[in-house]
Every structure is written in structure tokens, then in C-alpha cells.
């Protein structure tokens, strides 16, 4: 790339892939700061829940149109990206959760008896309490989803790890990088971990929550099924109450983790040194009581940093300072896409949606 771009995009992972891409197809491209390897921080690995189902209707009707823009871009990319197998739901959330939904309307869900269940998630052991369908979820292709965009990107994506943002005070932006310092119109950050400290540099402190995760990996008994859902388990009636799980493309393996996170210190070092392998202990158990239909010994781990916003696990905002955005949250691989557009209509100067800002609070229960 000659010419240095109008915007500049900092992390290569799903969020700010997904801005790159929306800014190429509005006709800008950017360029893309990445430290490591395209996809390599939180968006590693397999797969990913796609599902409608959260407590915030504002963040439904925001989930809704996400689907419509992975729908559009797989057609463009040539792959599937999200399977077409649905999202299960277990527990008491289910009943409220529904209402939600059917108010927000624009896809396909509803209640399953434990048959229907079964049918759905034949891996499940046997299940009789709420349970619903949505039809519309499914598990997120990570991998090609990452691979897709970044071939399609190109060279604007290079291998830098950015130091520092400075606005100019002349309506520019200067990014100093290990490779360089260049100007930009505007930045978009989406550094997932990195993000809080390079919004330090224009004076902002983002309440983000740093944490780490664990999910576990694990081989199907016998042939895989030809249809398996993904799993959101709320209900407790398998000693846990907030399991996500998603099969692998090919379904002969599916990921277990807990919604559970750890607590990291400041210093990214654990309070408790014990408490990822206990997390992974009580992974395992679960799938040993829930989940019949997976060998209980685990195939493969992802460990990985995750971070969060206070007000809800859901929660997504982007703060804006000195014509940079900064984007935070949790359970942005969904999000990505349509994230990813409002993003880039920001960087576009169009302004930045009201649902996104800090003060929204978008994703917030209750
Ligand atoms: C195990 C697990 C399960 C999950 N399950 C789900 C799920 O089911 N559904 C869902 O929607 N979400 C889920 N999530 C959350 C989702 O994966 C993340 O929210 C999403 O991947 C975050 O993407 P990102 O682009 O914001 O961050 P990242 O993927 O972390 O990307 C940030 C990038 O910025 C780069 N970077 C950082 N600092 C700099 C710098 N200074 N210079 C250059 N580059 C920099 C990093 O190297 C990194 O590649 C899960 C996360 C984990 C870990």
C-alpha cells in the first residue's frame, strides 16, 4: 500500500476485521494494525454461539440485523459462516427470555418439549424443564470467518503493534507503531485486550474488566451427528448454570466452556493460581453429567483472555474521544459484522449510533 489510507483500524480481530471490511465495501480502505496474527486474541479458535437471545430488547433488535449482515457477506465470501443448526436454550431464563424475543420479532424462535430437545441436541442427557429453539443461531465458522476477511483485506493488514495514539491538534490522529508513525483522519480501535490502554493516551479510563476463560474441547462418541445444535445452559439441572457449547464444522467435536470467567489483576497475574484448572475441572464434570454423548475427556483447551463492560456480560459500547473510537465489551464475535458497519460509519463521520454510546449502556438487564 503506497498512499497512506483516511483510517487507521488497530487489532486484527474479528471487531476490527469486520470494520476493515465494512469500510471497503462503503469504498475506504484502512489501515489495519496487528501485533500478532489475524484472529489470534479473543477470537481464537473453532467456533462461536451465534444466538438472538439476550435480556436487552435494544441488543436483540441490534443481534437481529447482525444475522442479516453475516448472511450477506458469507454470500460475498463464499462460505458458510454460521451453521444452520440453532441455538438451544435451557432454564429458567427461557420463558422471559422468549417474551423478549417475540416482542423484538424478525426471527424464527419457540418453546421444545424435552422430545424436541433430544431431537435438537441429541448429545443432551435426558431433559424435561423449559427449553427453547432459536432457529435463526447457530455456531459461528471462527475459523473461516477470520480467514475470509483478512485474504480479503489483503496487505492493508500489516504486522505492527501500535505504541501510541496522539491526536495532532490539526484534526489528525498520529499512530506510532513498531514499524513507523503515520497520520491518520481518524482511528478506529479494536484491540480487544489493548484497547483500555491505548485510550489512556487521549485521557479516557475505560471500565473494561479483563479476565481469562477456559473452554474445553471434546470428541463425539461414535459418528457425529448430522444435525447438533448449540447449547446455552442456564437450568442448573447439571450442576451448572451458565454452559455455552458449540460444535465444530463436521460435528465430530463440540466446545464446552463455562460463562464463568477468572479474575485477573492489574498486572494481567491470577489472585488465585488455582482457579483456571478448577474452572476446567468443573467443565469437564459437566460434560460428564450433561452431555452423554462426548467422550468426558477433553480433546483440546482454549485459554484466552476476555473482557467485559460492568453492566452486563452482553455489554458492547464505544467510547469517542479526539476523533478515535475506542470499542469494548463481550460476546462481540455476533456482533462483529453490524458492529463493524456502525463502526465504520462512524469513522466516516456519520456519527456515531446512540445505542453504542458509554451511557446507553447496551446490553444492560432489567
Ligand atoms: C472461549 C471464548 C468463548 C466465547 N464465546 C463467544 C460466543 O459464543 N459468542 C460470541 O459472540 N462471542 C464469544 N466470545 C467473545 C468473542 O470471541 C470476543 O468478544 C471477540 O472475539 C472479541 O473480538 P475483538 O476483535 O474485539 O478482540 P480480539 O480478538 O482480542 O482482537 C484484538 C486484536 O488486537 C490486537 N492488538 C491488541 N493491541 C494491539 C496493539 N497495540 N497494536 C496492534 N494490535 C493490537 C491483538 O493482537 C488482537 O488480535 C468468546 C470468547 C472466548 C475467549
Known amino acids: ?30 489501515r489495519v494494525y496487528e501485533r500478532g496474527l489475524p484472529g489470534h486474541g479473543q477470537s481464537s479458535g473453532q467456533s462461536r454461539i451465534f444466538r438472538h437471545a439476550h435480556d436487552d430488547a435494544r441488543l436483540v433488535e441490534f443481534t437481529r440485523q447482525g444475522r442479516a449482515v453475516w448472511d450477506e ?4 465470501l463464499g462460505a458458510e459462516l454460521i451453521s444452520q443448526d440453532g441455538v438451544v436454550a435451557l432454564g429458567g431464563t427461557v420463558p422471559g427470555r422468549l417474551r423478549t424475543l417475540r416482542d423484538v420479532g424478525g426471527m424464527t424462535v419457540r418453546s421444545l418439549d424435552s422430545a424436541e430437545v433430544h431431537a435438537h441436541m441429541p448429545l443432551l442427557a435426558d431433559y424435561s424443564g423449559p427449553a427453547m429453539l432459536d432457529e435463526d443461531g447457530g455456531a459461528i465458522r471462527t475459523r473461516v470467518a477470520v480467514e475470509r476477511l483478512a485474504a480479503a483485506l489483503g496487505d492493508s493488514v500489516v504486522t505492527e503493534e501500535v505504541i501510541s495514539l496522539r491526536p495532532t491538534g490539526h484534526g489528525t490522529v498520529e499512530v506510532r507503531s513498531t514499524a513507523g508513525r503515520e497520520e491518520y483522519a481518524t482511528v478506529v ?7 483500555a490502554r491505548l485510550a489512556r493516551d487521549v485521557g479516557l479510563s475505560l471500565p473494561v474488566q479483563p479476565a481469562a476463560h477456559v473452554r474445553l474441547t471434546f470428541q463425539v462418541r461414535g459418528a457425529p451427528p448430522e444435525r447438533v445444535a448449540c447449547l446455552q445452559d442456564s437450568s442448573g439441572d447439571f450442576g451448572e448454570v ?6 465444530y464444522p463436521g460435528n465430530s467435536r463440540y466446545a464446552v466452556g463455562l460463562s464463568q470467567t477468572v479474575e485477573i489483576r492489574e498486572d494481567g497475574s491470577f489472585a488465585d493460581p488455582e482457579a483456571l484448572a478448577a474452572l476446567n475441572d468443573r467443565a469437564r464434570d459437566y460434560v460428564a453429567r450433561a452431555l452423554p454423548g462426548l467422550d468426558p475427556e477433553p480433546v483440546e483447551y482454549l485459554h484466552c483472555w476476555v473482557t ?3 453492566w452486563s456480560e452482553d455489554g458492547m459500547a464505544v467510547w ?4 478515535i473510537f475506542f470499542a469494548a465489551g463481550h460476546n462481540l464475535f455476533k456482533q462483529a459484522p453490524r458492529l463493524g458497519r456502525a463502526l465504520a460509519g462512524a469513522a466516516l463521520a456519520e456519527g456515531l449510533e ?3 454510546r458509554p451511557a446507553a449502556e447496551l446490553g444492560r438487564s432489567g
Open 354 to 356: 446512540d445505542d453504542l
Open 73 to 76: 457477506w458469507a454470500d460475498r
Open 1 to 30: 500500500m503506497d498512499r497512506v489510507p483516511e483510517v487507521a483500524v488497530i487489532g486484527a480481530g474479528i471487531v476490527g476485521l469486520c470494520t476493515a471490511y465494512a469500510l471497503a465495501e462503503r469504498g475506504t480502505t484502512a
Open 242 to 247: 451458565g454452559v455455552y457449547a458449540a460444535p
Open 189 to 195: 480501535v479494536c484491540a480487544g485486550l489493548g484497547t
Open 320 to 323: 469517542e474521544a479526539d476523533g
Open 308 to 310: 467485559s463492560l460492568p
